[in-house]
C-alpha cells in the first residue's frame, strides 16, 4: 500500500484504524514501523486516586478547555486570513 504524507505531516490508514493505537519504531535506515498496540491501564485504583485528589484542577481544565476553539480551527482560520490575522494562531 502507497500513502502519502500530508502537507501537516498525517497519513491516514483507512476506517478501519480509525481509534487504535500504533506503536512507531523509526529505524536508523528511516524506515518507520508501526505495530497496533492495546493499552492496558497500570492500575486503574491509582489513577481514581489521582483524580479525586486532582478534581478541582480537572475540572478548572475542563471548563478552560471547553471555552477554546480547538487548535487545528485556529490554525485553519490563521492560513484562510493570511497576512491580515494574528501573528500567532495560539
Same mark, same amino acid.
Given at each position: 500500500?502507497?500513502k ?6 498525517q497519513?491516514?490508514?483507512?476506517k @478501519?484504524?480509525?481509534g487504535?493505537?500504533?506503536?512507531v519504531d523509526i529505524?536508523?535506515?528511516g ?5 497496533p498496540m @492495546?493499552?492496558v491501564?497500570?492500575?486503574?485504583q491509582?489513577?481514581?486516586e489521582?483524580a ?5 484542577q480537572i475540572d478548572q481544565?475542563?471548563?478552560?478547555a471547553?471555552q ?11 492560513r484562510?486570513?493570511?497576512d ?7
Amino acid at each position: 500500500m502507497l500513502k502519502e504524507v500530508g502537507a501537516s505531516g498525517q497519513i491516514s490508514l483507512g476506517k @478501519k484504524y480509525a481509534g487504535q493505537l500504533f506503536e512507531v519504531d523509526i529505524q536508523p535506515d528511516g524506515s518507520i514501523i508501526m505495530r497496533p498496540m @492495546k493499552v492496558v491501564p497500570a492500575g486503574r485504583q491509582a489513577a481514581g486516586e489521582w483524580a479525586q485528589a486532582n478534581t478541582a484542577q480537572i475540572d478548572q481544565y475542563n471548563a478552560w478547555a471547553t471555552q477554546r476553539e480547538p487548535y487545528s480551527q485556529r490554525v485553519r482560520r490563521w492560513r484562510e486570513q493570511g497576512d491580515q490575522g494574528e501573528a500567532n494562531p495560539r
